[in-house]
């Protein structure tokens, strides 16, 4: 029976990349998106062309009060299109940007940080825990700045900070249920995020790869197959760890 994997934001960028990995191993995917679902169809597309299964379903994990209906509409999605009412492993990936320094950040600002990045993935696993099989796993995304500081990241990084702390008490919670758990930190990756920042600004590519012991931005596909393996039975003794994949960011 084929594992099915849950990712979060699983349209474009990383999640994409994921999905696309997982998909040669042979994994089904259930893949969110926010606004586009052109670029969810076309992913989904791809990942039919490879062989697997996949459902995109659209989500606003800054939303949480749509969570009790998302559940649902999992459910009934495992039924219909897999005959299964669970699935095997979830990647909270989906993500905002936000550029501004602490002394004029916003309540507003602040508020959309933390209830994507932390509120989000918090209360969306909650809410599909009872649909993730025993002995599945959960990969949580971080980034590099939760270990590092940039000027003008302050509530993204301490955002971040707190999923990696989340993790570790979700391994341990869910270790009863032999259900593994883990971080994945990425460093700076040229794509589409935050507007192409680090892709299309020669200015912020070139900070980057002067920062980084191997002389360059990350790709997406360096990631995707990164998640992808935390999520395969591959790595099915790590368990409460923050794994870094940045190419040695500000060693």
Do not use: C
Not at 144 to 160: D, H, V
């Amino acid at each position: 029976m084929s594992q099915i994997i849950l990712i979060t934001g699983g349209s474009r960028g990383l999640g994409r990349s994921a999905a696309l990995h997982l998909a040669d191993r042979g994994h089904d995917i259930i893949l969110t998106y926010r606004s586009q679902k052109e670029a969810a169809e076309t992913a989904v597309a791809a990942i039919q062309a490879k062989g697997p299964k996949a459902v995109a379903l659209p989500l606003d994990v800054g939303q949480a009060r749509h969570f009790v209906a998302f559940a649902a509409t999992v459910k009934r999605v495992l039924a219909q299109t897999w005959q299964r009412e669970t699935f095997d492993g979830l990647l909270n990936n989906a993500g905002i940007a936000m550029h501004e320094p602490f002394a004029s950040t916003t309540e507003e600002q602040f508020d959309a940080v933390i209830d994507t990045h932390l509120k989000g993935p918090y209360f969306l696993t909650q809410r599909l825990l009872p649909l993730l099989a025993d002995g599945g796993r959960i990969l949580n995304v971080s980034s590099g700045l939760a270990r590092f500081s940039m000027p003008g990241t302050s509530i993204y990084g301490a955002a971040k900070g707190a999923v990696e702390v989340l993790t570790r008490y979700l391994a341990t919670e869910l270790a009863e249920r032999q259900i593994r758990v883990n971080t994945i930190a990425p460093g700076a990756i040229a794509t589409d995020f935050s507007g192409g920042r680090v892709r299309d600004n020669p200015e912020v590519n070139a900070y980057v790869s002067s920062i980084t012991a191997l002389g360059r931005p990350g790709r997406a596909d360096e990631i995707g197959s990164a998640m992808a393996m935390l999520l395969s039975d591959d790595a099915r003794w790590i368990n409460g760890e923050r794994i870094e994949a940045s190419g040695g960011m500000r060693l």
